[in-house]
Each structure stands twice: as C-alpha cells, then as structure tokens.
T-cell receptor
Framework: DAGVIQSPRHEVTEMGQEVTLRCKPI?????LFWYRQTMMRGLELLIY????????DSGMPEDRFSAKMPNASFSTLKIQPSEPRDSAVYFC??????????FGPGTRLLVL | KNEVEQSPQNLTAQEGEFITINCSYS?????LHWLQQHPGGGIVSLFM???GKKKHGRLIATINIQEKHSSLHITASHPRDSAVYIC?????????????FGKGTHLIIQP
C-alpha cells in the first residue's frame, strides 16, 4: 500500500485566500484524523471521522475551518479565509478501530 | 481531555548510551502510543501498548496503567536514533479516539 497520501505537500498563499488540503487514507481503514502541528502548540487534533462520518470536531479552531469526507478514500480540510496564524504543518492519519495510526507526510502551509 | 507530560524535552547523549524518555498522562486510557518524528518531518508509529512491555529491535516501551506512566528506552543508541519522540494518548481515553500529544523529546545522539 502507498500509505496515507496528502496533497499538496507545500502550499504558500496570501491571507484571505481559500486553502484546500487533501488526504487519501490507507485502503480499508475506517478512521481518518486531521492534526495540525505548530512550534508553539505542538501536535493537535482537529477533527476525526469514522466510516466517513465526523465524530468529533471540537479541535477545529473556528468556523473558517471545515472538513469533509465524501467517501472512504478521500477527505478535505478547507480554510476560508486563511490567516497567517493558520501557518502550520497539517497531518492526516488513518487507522483501523483501536489500532496504530498511520500518518501522511503532511502539508506545510504558509499564509502570508 | 487527557493531558500528557513528557520529559526530558531535550536530550543529548553519546553513541552507545542507554536512553530513557518518560511520559505521564492524566486520564485512564485503553492504549498509549509512542511516535517518532524524523528531522524531515515524517511521523512514524513506534509502539501502541496497553499493558506491560513491548520490544522492537533496540527500542523498548513500558507502561504502568495504575500509575499512568510510560517509558521509552533505547539501548545502544546510535546517531540514526536522533529524532523527536512523542508520546500520545486517546484524548478522552477511548481506544478509537483522536490523539492528544506530549510536547516531544528532542533526542540527539552524537557519534
């Protein structure tokens, strides 16, 4: 298996623009997680899905952030409008229930 | 929400030394994760354990559920072990939850 795939790997955008991050989980995994990593706050859970259904989005920082999982093989995390404080590395991970999580390579986002 | 404390935050050691990284958490859990983040940024799961001890090569992870404490040991450390080691637990304790993370231990092994 190719592992968890994320795109783009790097994104540079200007404040106010819409940003869409994409994730393809490992085939067969029924859990998908979105995390954010910054120097100040470390790794934080944003939202996670089970069988394409959002289970907990309490980590989503504000209404500018939204996430969808239209099918078992694809998820998006959207920021609209983006702000400089959103600059971070965004990781997607997937797993089977109660098993180890497999992380994607991350998307490095820089909002100018 | 579970709180995770790791120590030390930074550790520099000589090649061959025995390394110990500690992790404590606040809420009872079903399992604890040890992750490794390479200098390039990728995150790899090293262990997921719910009791006792697990060993993989030169890495050993132990957990004491009653004391809410885990340790990661590296025997015969090598420069290629240099990385950030992160302890993580389910944020509300459940097995399939998203994770809450410690701040990581930045390990440097000098030749």
């Amino acid at each position: 298996d190719a592992g968890v795939i994320q795109s783009p790997r790097h994104e540079v955008t200007e404040m106010g623009q819409e940003v869409t991050l994409r994730c393809k989980p490992i085939s067969g995994h029924d859990y998908l997680f979105w995390y954010r990593q910054t120097m100040m706050r470390g790794l934080e859970l944003l939202i996670y899905f089970n069988n394409n259904v959002p289970i907990d989005d309490s980590g989503m920082p504000e209404d500018r952030f939204s996430a969808k999982m239209p099918n078992a093989s694809f998820s998006t995390l959207k920021i609209q409008p983006s702000e400089p404080r959103d600059s971070a590395v965004y990781f997607c991970a997937s797993s089977l229930a109660g098993q180890a999580q497999y992380f994607g390579p991350g998307t490095r986002l820089l909002v100018l | 929400k579970n709180e995770v404390e790791q120590s030390p935050q930074n550790l520099t050691a000589q090649e061959g030394e025995f390394i110990t990284i500690n992790c404590s958490y606040s809420v009872g859990i079903s399992a604890l994760h040890w992750l490794q983040q390479h200098p390039g940024g990728g995150i790899v799961s090293l262990f997921m354990l719910s009791s006792g001890k697990k060993k993989h090569g030169r890495l050993i992870a132990t957990i004491n559920i009653q004391e809410k404490h885990s340790s990661l040991h590296i025997t015969a450390s090598h420069p290629r072990d240099s990385a950030v080691y992160i302890c993580a637990v389910p944020y509300s304790g459940g097995g399939a939850d998203g994770l809450t993370f410690g701040k990581g231990t930045h390990l440097i092994i000098q030749p």
